[in-house]
């Protein structure tokens, strides 16, 4: 175990000086301390302290107006211009259905919150910031020219937490179900008969549950009529497909904490060094290619029939990004998807985890 001294808030606030152009995750990380802990050494200092209270925040956001919703994770970053509506409060789930900012929430995660006041030349850059235990980011929303200044003031103003000390507790690790574990007892017959028994793709995280696998492990176990392994590249050839075809797609991205949804079009992708980068209008991503392990595509029965994802893994199993062709409830998949997931280069897969 790691028995460093962690530098206290007015060595993290000169680090922060001294490095102004390094990003808060980089720079977190070369301090070796979470990023909500460096965000928290500036309460007081442009930083101020809001509690967590996901359904209050989701029901307040809608009056501030169009910003900029970000969910990240190790590997990819996923952000959204637009409003906070149609939000579905809840303890357990909350959700915002609006025509761009389309979310899954799972407020018990959120441990911690920062309104965070940043200069940059002239201008004062906004954001709402929110952590898990550990520190790592759940989910952050940055204003825009656009956005009102009063809406977003009254909001945190009505979230300001009395501690505004400008430490946090940090917990060494947090309990995850998506976690791979070692050898499983479950057969490959018996996943497989349930797997043909789902009507619905939400029922997947259910199946597992009662399996006690990871999804890696699953798709891995189920055979190639069910989940079959990709070359790496096909995330890059998917987007260059989707984008001359102008093919809608669902991008997912998640966390513990929050998981967001781009369903549309994409056009301008720029590769850069080992990132491929969408810069659209209301949407951009940033996805780090060579965090890639395994690509899978990966067919679920429904009532619908079939549909087919594209599910993006890491070296430690966790998923980057998934992918679907854009649908709604109650509707068939797209025959363009469907034709382009199946002829995406395919590679032998290895054997069952």
């Known amino acids: 175990m790691d028995q460093r001294v962690k530098p206290a808030p007015h060595e993290i606030r000169r680090a922060r000086t001294e490095n102004p152009k390094t990003r808060e995750r980089d720079l977190a990380a070369q301090l070796g301390i979470s990023e909500a802990e460096l965000v928290a050494a500036h309460c007081g200092d442009g930083v101020v302290r809001i509690e967590p209270r996901v359904n209050d925040l989701l029901t307040g956001l809608e009056a501030v107006g169009e910003v900029?919703?970000?969910?990240?994770?190790?590997?990819?970053?996923?952000?959204?211009?637009?409003?906070?509506?149609?939000?579905?409060?809840?303890?357990?789930?909350?959700?915002?259905?609006?025509?761009?900012?389309?979310?899954?929430?799972?407020?018990?995660?959120?441990?911690?919150?920062?309104?965070?006041?940043?200069?940059?030349?002239?201008?004062?850059?906004?954001?709402?910031q929110f952590f898990d235990a550990t520190g790592e980011a759940v989910h952050k929303v940055h204003l825009r020219p656009a956005s009102s200044l009063y809406a977003y003031q009254k909001l945190v103003a009505s979230l300001e937490s009395s501690n505004q000390e400008p430490t946090v507790d940090i917990s060494g690790s947090i309990s995850d179900d998506r976690s791979e574990a070692g050898a499983t007892a479950v057969?490959?017959?018996?996943?497989?008969?349930?797997?043909?028994?789902?009507?619905?793709?939400?029922?997947?995280?259910?199946?597992?549950?009662?399996?006690?696998?990871?999804?890696?492990?699953?798709?891995?176990?189920?055979?190639?009529?069910?989940?079959?392994?990709?070359?790496?590249?096909?995330?890059?050839?998917?987007?260059?497909?989707?984008?001359?075809?102008?093919?809608?797609?669902?991008?997912?991205?998640g966390n513990r904490g929050c998981i967001q949804i781009h369903s549309g079009p994409v056009r301008s992708i720029k590769p850069m060094g080992p990132?491929?980068?969408?810069?659209?209008?209301?949407?951009?991503?940033?996805?780090?290619t060579d965090h890639i392990q395994e690509?899978?595509?990966?067919?679920?029965?429904?009532?619908?029939?079939?549909?087919?994802?594209?599910?993006?893994?890491?070296?430690?199993?966790?998923?980057?990004?998934?992918?679907?062709?854009?649908?709604?409830?109650?509707?068939?998949?797209?025959?363009?998807?469907r034709f382009l997931a199946e002829n995406l280069p395919r590679i032998p897969s290895p054997t069952a985890a």
């Open 68 to 128: 900029m919703a970000l969910t990240r994770n190790e590997s990819a970053v996923h952000e959204k211009i637009g409003v906070y509506d149609k939000v579905v409060t809840g303890n357990h789930n909350a959700m915002v259905l609006g025509e761009n900012i389309d979310l899954r929430i799972f407020p018990k995660v959120w441990a911690h919150g920062f309104a965070v006041e940043k200069r940059d030349g002239d201008e004062i850059r906004r954001s709402l």
């Open 187 to 253: 057969s490959p017959d018996d996943l497989r008969d349930r797997w043909s028994r789902l009507t619905d793709v939400h029922q997947f995280f259910g199946m597992l549950k009662t399996l006690k696998l990871s999804r890696r492990q699953a798709v891995r176990m189920v055979g190639m009529d069910y989940a079959w392994l990709l070359d790496n590249d096909a995330v890059g050839a998917m987007f260059h497909h989707a984008a001359e075809g102008e093919m809608p797609i669902m991008c997912f991205v």
């Open 275 to 288: 990132w491929i980068n969408i810069l659209d209008e209301t949407f951009h991503l940033h996805l780090r």
């Open 295 to 337: 690509v899978w595509a990966v067919r679920k029965p429904t009532k619908d029939g079939h549909v087919t994802s594209l599910e993006v893994y890491a070296a430690d199993g966790d998923m980057i990004i998934q992918f679907f062709g854009k649908r709604h409830e109650g509707e068939s998949e797209r025959d363009d998807w």
